[in-house]
T-cell receptor, first 114, second 112 residues
Framework: ETGVTQSPTHLIKTRGQQVTLRCSSQ?????VSWYQQALGQGPQFIFQ???????GRGNFPPRFSGLQFPNYSSELNVNALELDDSALYLC?????????????FGPGTRLLVL | QKEVEQNSGPLSVPEGAIASLNCTYS??????FFWYRQYSGKSPELIMF????GDKEDGRFTAQLNKASQYVSLLIRDSQPSDSATYLC????????????FGGGTRLMVKP
């Protein structure tokens, strides 16, 4: 167990709806990254939060947004859901610093968009 | 060209054999390299990280990095059926913050 938790574990939504996914980072970690993993593919970086600010973003549209709270927990929000948003959403926590970037993943949230 | 490439497999090895998993990357600015194991339906689990050229051993696992040739490999000695999983190679590129770029993964099957 990595100490990273995510909720909910599974979620079913319909196209056009909005969803919020939650993540609690491992104790002592100050950085949270979010990834999307489609079936049969490697995870793709969505964005990262450090000290409550976005610290990097992958090739995802603005309808993917996030927050980090003072206790380093984080939310991923997706608006106007599309069928292609169906995937496993992974949260990973880490420390910022040279050679301290190792990221530890939570169990993920499996989202199905119908 | 994909930034991080892996053979999707499946790679099938008999129990007790050495499994060799390979990964190539395109950005010479890559500075940190990771291997994750992912069981079906589960999230990625860190196996090893390597930063310097050469070999790094941890139990039955050895990571090998060759920056000149831009490849990183993972050797699993005495493979067990419980090693059957998808192995993901991930890279952090210099000045790209803490973003992991993953390959598509190699599915390993260890047959008893």
């Amino acid at each position: 167990e990595t100490g990273v938790t995510q909720s909910p574990t599974h979620l079913i939504k319909t196209r056009g709806q909005q969803v919020t996914l939650r993540c609690s980072s491992q104790s002592g970690h100050n950085t949270v990254s979010w990834y999307q993993q489609a079936l049969g593919q490697g995870p793709q970086f969505i964005f990262q939060y450090y000290r409550e600010e976005e610290n990097g973003r992958g090739n995802f549209p603005p309808r993917f947004s996030g927050l980090q709270f003072p206790n380093y927990s984080s939310e991923l929000n997706v608006n106007a859901l599309e069928l292609d948003d169906s995937a496993l959403y992974l949260c990973a926590s880490s420390l910022v610093g040279i050679h301290q970037e190792t990221q530890y993943f939570g169990p993920g949230t499996r989202l199905l968009v119908l | 060209q994909k930034e991080v490439e892996q053979n999707s497999g499946p790679l099938s090895v008999p129990e007790g054999a050495i499994a060799s998993l390979n990964c190539t990357y395109s950005d010479r600015g890559s500075q940190s390299f990771f291997w994750y194991r992912q069981y079906s339906g589960k999230s990625p689990e860190l196996i090893m990280f390597i930063y310097s050229n050469g070999d790094k051993e941890d139990g039955r696992f050895t990571a090998q990095l060759n920056k000149a040739s831009q490849y990183v490999s993972l050797l699993i000695r005495d493979s067990q059926p419980s090693d059957s999983a998808t192995y993901l190679c991930a890279v952090i590129v210099n000045n790209a913050g803490n973003m992991l770029t993953f390959g598509g993964g190699t599915r390993l099957m260890v047959k008893p």
